[in-house]
């Protein structure tokens, strides 16, 4: 199986450890949270499964050309632009929560303008990088922050103020009904495989994606869940955790590097979760630009024979991310992360559908 799948599916699950999902399983932990994360964790890996089984039939093709050579304009225009507003808001929620966590623990007195500004010029360069470009900048990340993280996890395992008898008042709500909310939120750790949209084309699935490669998802799931929802609790306790907006950033801030030339773990967390929340950022903004352009290109806009729809778009995605960044507050972002969430089924459905009517009318 292509390692760029994982790729995805991993950034994905390391940016959401302190983003919106863990506030928002917090704001269940007594509404069944718990069996919310199992379904999660059992109906995850089947997406995954049915979107990378269903890409297989169509090698070395991105989502706008399985569309265009196998369906009309009034379908896959409709298609293909929900698909990029939907990625577009994926990314957008990622800026707005990231400039909110950068503004309110790294740099407090940096205008959020400027923060904005200064995210997106970093990003915009990896927007326009070709698709290839930016599978090898996801993999040089991955390589140079996997392992620290991987050991500040760690660290936090093995902190003895880690009071495993929260977790265990926790782990007593597993009776209760499981949310919708929950197992929305929880679910969209494994939303990564989405990207096949665009990279499908450069993916090489010479196996079927079976129980192996969906156990080892799971495994991963278990593991990412277990630690977003129940670490911070075992700082914090069960009772006080919901109040908090960013858990794992408070619950970093308890950990000391006791011979470490930084003390306080909280700066580094921010700092290697960050440097991820780029690249997943980059990621669902260059899949959202690619199937913008493939929808809308202007013939006419060009200088020295270079059409400039791209860098417009980009100029457009920056214009909205700054103005909404400005005006949303931290409510109306978990208010508008939630929605997002909770939609995804229907986000799923169409993908899964346009997928198999491709296949259907290019048999025939």
Request: no cysteine; charged share 15%.
């Amino acid at each position: 199986m292509n390692r760029y799948l994982y790729y995805f599916i991993i950034v994905t699950m390391v940016t959401n450890i302190i983003a919106s999902v863990p506030r928002i399983l917090m704001g269940e932990s007594k509404n069944g949270v718990i069996l919310s994360m199992v379904i999660a964790v059992i109906v995850g890996p089947i997406l995954v499964s049915v979107l990378v089984n269903l890409f297989r039939h169509f090698p070395n093709m991105s989502l706008p050309e399985i569309l265009k050579k196998s369906t009309s304009k009034w379908f896959y225009y409709p298609v293909l632009l929900y698909f990029a507003i939907s990625w577009y808001l994926a990314g957008l929620i990622t800026l707005v929560t990231y400039v909110l966590l950068f503004n309110t623990f790294i740099s407090s007195e940096t205008s959020i303008v400027i923060t904005t500004l200064a995210f997106l010029i970093i990003i915009s360069f990896g927007m326009l990088m070709k698709e290839k470009s930016v599978l090898y900048t996801t993999e040089i990340v991955l390589v140079m922050f996997l392992p620290i993280i991987f050991f500040l996890i760690m660290k936090v395992y093995t902190d003895p103020r880690l009071e495993w008898d929260y977790i265990k008042v926790a782990a007593t709500h597993i009776q209760e009904l499981p949310s919708y909310n929950a197992i929305s939120a929880a679910a969209f750790i494994f939303i990564g495989v989405v990207n096949l949209s665009i990279f499908n084309k450069y993916m090489n699935f010479n196996k079927k994606f079976g129980l192996k490669q969906m156990f080892i998802l799971a495994l991963a799931g278990v593991f990412t869940l277990f630690t977003t929802y129940f670490v911070p609790i075992g700082f914090n306790g069960f009772e006080q955790i919901e109040n908090f907006t960013f858990p794992w950033v408070t619950t970093s801030d308890a950990v000391r590097l006791k011979f470490g030339i930084i003390e306080r773990l909280i700066f580094i967390f921010l700092i290697v979760f960050l440097g991820v929340a780029f690249i997943s950022l980059l990621i669902h903004w260059h899949v959202s630009l690619k199937l913008f352009e493939s929808i809308v290109q202007i013939k006419r806009l060009k200088w020295k024979e270079i059409n400039l729809t791209s860098y417009v778009l980009v100029i457009i995605f920056g214009v909205i991310g700054i103005l909404v960044t400005r005006q949303i507050s931290e409510y109306e972002l978990l208010k508008l992360t939630l929605f997002f969430y909770n939609i995804l089924p229907i986000f799923y459905g169409f993908l899964i559908g346009s997928l198999l009517i491709a296949k259907r009318r290019l048999k025939t």
